[in-house]
């Protein structure tokens, strides 16, 4: 069974650029997860996607958003990019909220 | 606002010992609790993962306990392993299951 799949893995961009990044689930799992992790602050949840539904959003601003298709694949989007938003971000999946959570690698965006 | 914390931060021992990482958190309004490992520049692997009504889980060489009350869990390693240096994270679940809030972590490193 194939596991959590995050496309890219590396990703360089500018400030001001935008970014799409895209995430598989787990075959036959329905909820869809999103972290930040930095090293000064460590993991931070981004927002959760149930049956296409952003049911809960972590405290981050509006140039921060994503969408979950009917396939239950999720893309998160970052606007207008800045220096701090270099990270690794992390997708999570699990059958249905509450589930254990099944994380890819992640994708390492690096803001120039 | 739920806070996890996780000491120590670093932790070095040589092989064969039982040792014990610590987590507290502040609220104990909790769905369950999850421990992970995660290995430099790779994604989460889930350890183990304690329901909020649940005491103890055990996998392996691995045993985490929670007490739900005092808003602490551990996870014990039993006879520690080289390749069992990683970083620990602990996380709860919200109890609308939405959102894993993580601590920090410990960065454990095992000598032969």
């Known amino acids: 069974k194939a596991g959590v799949t995050q496309t890219p893995r590396y990703l360089i961009k500018t400030r001001g650029q935008q970014v799409t990044l895209s995430c598989s689930p787990i075959?036959?799992?329905?909820?869809v997860s999103w972290y930040q992790q930095t090293p000064g602050q460590g993991l931070q949840f981004l927002f959760e996607y149930f049956s296409e539904t952003q049911r809960n959003k972590g405290n981050f601003p509006g140039r921060f958003s994503g969408r979950q298709f009917s396939n239950s694949r999720s893309e998160m989007n970052v606007s207008t990019l800045e220096l701090g938003d270099s990270a690794l971000y992390l997708c999570a999946s699990s059958l249905v909220p509450g589930q254990p959570q099944h994380f890819g690698d992640g994708t390492r965006l690096s803001i120039l | 606002k739920q806070e996890v914390t996780q000491i120590p931060a670093a932790l070095s021992v040589p092989e064969g010992e039982n040792l014990v990482l610590n987590c507290s958190f502040t609220d104990s309004a909790i769905y369950n609790l999850q421990w992970f490992r995660q290995d430099p520049g790779k994604g989460l692997t889930s350890l183990l993962l304690i329901q909020s009504s649940q005491r103890e889980q055990t996998s392996g060489r691995l045993n985490a306990s929670l007490d739900k009350s005092s808003g602490r869990s551990t996870l014990y390693i039993a006879a520690s392993q080289p390749g069992d240096s990683a970083t620990y994270l602990c996380?709860?679940?919200?109890?609308?299951?939405?959102?894993?809030?993580f601590g920090k972590g410990t960065t454990l490193s095992v000598s032969s």
């Open positions: 075959s036959g799992h329905r909820s």
């Open positions: 996380a709860v679940l919200n109890q609308a299951g939405t959102a894993l809030i």
